[in-house]
């Protein structure tokens, strides 16, 4: 360029100057929309595109900051559809891209906002507007229930179907994290039927297929939820709702007792039935896996009969069936168990109840005591009877193995004579009919054992194993006796016991006269391991003034005594 040129040309940039025409730094009337993203949240799951719904709040001023529109002052968020031509052009497309919760400064030229007629008495012609917009919410007429699972138990044996009965907890938020509601604030699940419309479209929706301790997010549109109307003051019309879901538990009316067999012992001789009567522990639990009631954390079984309504119904029927030892798992629904209602502050009303129950024993009231003989001697023809004499060995435990008491740890085996209720009725009858050397197992019910106080290391109720083992026996003496002859009593008795002749039989002379008897074979003794302190008492019995000596008044044999009874009688 010529130097006459250059000057031609500052010449002509001066002049226009001088007239009037915009500067070089002045870009003059705005084409478009300016956006500027100030905030743009980390996490944008969708942005607003063409047709979709949206709510948001917005503060509209002109360029020297007065305000002539604001949604904040009605306190009301502005809800419509986006880039269809329901808004000024310049919100339709400043509006658009935009994610929830992100926040935006618009600034709309003359005609792209109300132009040169502008709104008589708000917005005066060629105005140019300026929107600080935070958008709130946004959805689409095509849009589906979304449902993110957030944790899952790794055993679900069933899922939430339509008519169940669910209790859940649930925190309930707008799109853009503004809370309305939480049962956690109301310390209490929210319980009701799935799928009968008793809920909103989308949760009925977005509870179905969950397990129990399960947890979701549920974003539902407006159309599944509160639509136009919205719900009171917390949920606006047109609002997306965003629920984070934990199933406690759930039910359906029809349901019955569910059984999980956890361990059966092999072999099973018998299985509880209605009338039975039954000691187990157990572990209760809700179906979240809160502990409401443990027999284990009082150290001492839970005894009660089955099929006799002393329990729920739901335990009266889990109940059935069960072996010694077993272990199962009976999941009781709240029709079941204690209803609507629930019982004391730990289980509550409509609760699914879970019990883990390991059988200690059982018995019934008309039980025998059962026998099995582990070793009989061949040739056995002697076996014990009602008042004989044995001596023995034992093992005695309960029926889930916990040892309880062992003759083996002492120096002797224990001694008894059958039917003179020393021991336990059950083990006087298991131990009748045994020959020298036998080996049993006895089954005692404990009607016939120690019964429903117990015993000193013996829980009440318990149902008692022995092992036993007849070392030897002898013969014994009817009841009531002390001394019997195998014949006929001898002839003139007093005078042959007064071996001294002096008119009187002395301790001395009894026990004599007594054991020569004994050798000869001509009578014997109630067995016993202390053979003078029968004849002492026999000796007793017989001086009765007890001055230490019997006259011929006071003898009287055993059989003449009963034999008086009965004339008196008589």
């Given at each position: 360029m010529s130097p006459g040129s250059f000057f031609l040309l500052l010449l002509l940039l001066l002049l226009l100057s001088i007239l009037g025409a915009p500067g070089l730094g002045d870009p003059g009337p705005l084409e478009d929309v300016v956006i500027d993203r100030y905030y743009i949240p980390k996490i944008c799951l969708r942005e607003a595109q063409m047709g979709d719904f949206i709510r948001y709040h917005y503060n509209g001023t002109f360029k020297d900051g007065t305000k002539f529109d604001s949604s904040y002052d009605r306190g009301a968020t502005v809800a419509g559809v986006v880039g269809v031509g329901r808004l000024i052009t310049g919100m339709d497309r400043g509006l658009q891209g935009m994610c929830v919760n992100e926040r935006r400064h618009l600034i709309v030229p003359p005609h792209l906002g109300y132009g040169s007629i502008g709104v008589a008495g708000l917005i005066p012609p060629d105005a140019t507007l300026y929107f600080d917009v935070v958008m709130l919410d946004i959805w689409n007429k095509k849009d589906k229930l979304q449902i993110t699972t957030l944790a899952r138990p790794l055993h679900c044996n069933r899922t939430v179907e339509s008519s169940d009965f669910v209790r859940y907890h649930y925190n309930g938020t707008l799109l853009d994290g503004t809370p309305f509601d939480s049962s956690y604030s109301k310390n209490s699940t929210y319980d009701t039927y799935v799928g009968t419309g008793w809920l909103i479209k989308g949760m009925d929706q977005g509870l179905l297929g969950m397990c129990a301790g399960e947890k979701r997010s549920i974003i539902i549109p407006p159309f599944l939820a509160y639509g136009e109307k919205g719900y009171g003051s917390a949920i606006p019309p047109q609002a997306s709702l965003v629920f984070s879901v934990l199933l406690v538990d759930f039910h359906n009316p029809k349901d019955g007792v569910s059984l999980e067999h956890l361990e059966v012992p092999e072999p099973c001789r018998r299985r509880a039935a209605s009338g039975d009567f039954v000691r187990y522990h157990y572990n209760g639990s809700l179906m979240?896996?809160?502990?409401?009631?443990?027999?284990?954390?009082?150290?001492?079984?839970?005894?009660?009969?089955?099929?006799?309504?002393?329990?729920?119904?739901?335990?009266?029927?889990?109940?059935?069936?069960?072996?010694?030892?077993?272990?199962?798992?009976?999941?009781?629904?709240?029709?079941?168990?204690?209803?609507?209602?629930?019982?004391?502050?730990?289980?509550?009303?409509?609760?699914?109840?879970?019990?883990?129950?390991?059988?200690?024993?059982?018995?019934?009231?008309?039980?025998?005591?059962?026998?099995?003989?582990?070793?009989?001697?061949e040739g056995c023809n002697l076996t014990t009877r009602h008042r004989d004499f044995i001596r023995y060995h034992y093992n005695c435990s309960l029926l889930d193995g916990t040892k309880l008491f062992s003759s083996h740890d002492y120096e002797k085996p224990q001694e008894v004579t059958l039917g003179?209720?020393?021991?336990?009725?059950?083990?006087?009858?298991?131990?009748?009919?045994?020959?020298?050397?036998?080996?049993?197992?006895?089954?005692?019910?404990?009607?016939l054992g120690h019964g429903e106080s117990g015993a000193r290391g013996v829980p009440g109720s318990a149902v008692l194993r022995f092992e036993v083992e007849l070392i030897s026996m002898e013969e014994g003496v009817p009841e009531g006796y002390l001394f019997i002859w195998h014949g006929e009593p001898p002839a003139g008795l007093y005078e042959q016991m007064d071996l001294n002749k002096d008119g009187e039989i002395p301790a001395e002379e009894f026990s004599t006269?007594?054991?020569?008897?004994?050798?000869?074979?001509?009578?014997?003794?109630?067995?016993?391991s202390d053979p003078d302190k029968v004849i002492a008492d026999m000796f007793r019995n017989q001086d009765r003034n007890q001055d230490g000596r019997i006259t011929p008044e006071e003898l009287k044999l055993k059989s003449d005594e009963d034999q008086e009874k009965i004339h008196e009688e008589l």
């Open positions: 979240d896996g809160t502990l409401f009631d443990s027999s284990y954390s009082r150290n001492h079984t839970y005894n009660t009969y089955i099929g006799k309504g002393y329990i729920i119904p739901g335990m009266d029927q889990g109940l059935q069936g069960v072996c010694v030892g077993e272990r199962r798992r009976v999941v009781v629904p709240p029709h079941l168990a204690y209803g609507e209602n629930g019982a004391g502050n730990k289980i509550p009303g409509s609760a699914v109840l879970i019990f883990d129950v390991h059988i200690i024993d059982f018995h019934n009231p008309e039980d025998p005591v059962e026998m099995e003989t582990l070793y009989r001697p003179t209720n020393k021991v336990i009725e059950g083990l006087n009858r298991g131990l009748l009919d045994m020959c020298a050397g036998e080996r049993r197992v006895l089954i005692v019910p404990p009607h006269f007594i054991k020569t008897q004994v050798a000869e074979g001509k009578g014997r003794l109630m067995p016993s």
